[in-house]
């Protein structure tokens, strides 16, 4: 099965970047698409941002859009999100998923992912 590891997450303040790294390994990841959810304290894991296996097509939550962008590279197994301008209410744990089912279009509910990793902390300061 699919391993995801999760990078990059950390304290930072209103209005700077991050960005966050998943790395993974097992089975044949790179065919997959790939998503990144949050969760923050009391509130429901939601969709942030998913990429197809080819790195072409890409899709965000509305409240990320012009903010946030997805990658990947899949020579080196890794997806990436670049996040800027950051705020106080993007604070929440991470998540990296793949999403063994889906290569040409991006779904957004959390239980269509498979495979999920441990997750990282980002924190903005305001």
């Known amino acids: 099965q699919v391993q995801l590891v999760e990078s990059g997450g950390g304290l930072v303040q209103a209005g700077g970047s991050l960005r966050l790294s998943c790395a993974t390994s097992g089975g044949t990841s790179s065919s997959y698409a790939m998503g990144w959810f949050r969760q923050a304290p009391g509130k429901e894991r939601e969709f942030v941002a998913g990429?197809?296996?080819?790195?072409?097509?890409?899709a965000y939550a509305d409240s990320v859009k012009g903010r946030f962008t997805i990658s990947r590279d899949n020579a080196k197994n890794t997806v990436y999100l670049q996040m800027n301008s950051l705020k106080p209410e993007d604070t929440a744990v991470y998540y990296c998923?793949?999403?063994?089912?889906?290569?040409?279009?991006?779904?957004?509910?959390?239980?269509?992912?498979?495979?999920w990793g441990q997750g990282t902390q980002v924190t903005v300061s305001s």
């Open positions: 998923a793949a999403d063994p089912s889906s290569r040409w279009y991006i779904r957004r509910l959390r239980h269509q992912y498979d495979y």
């Open positions: 990429v197809t296996w080819t790195g072409s097509t890409t």
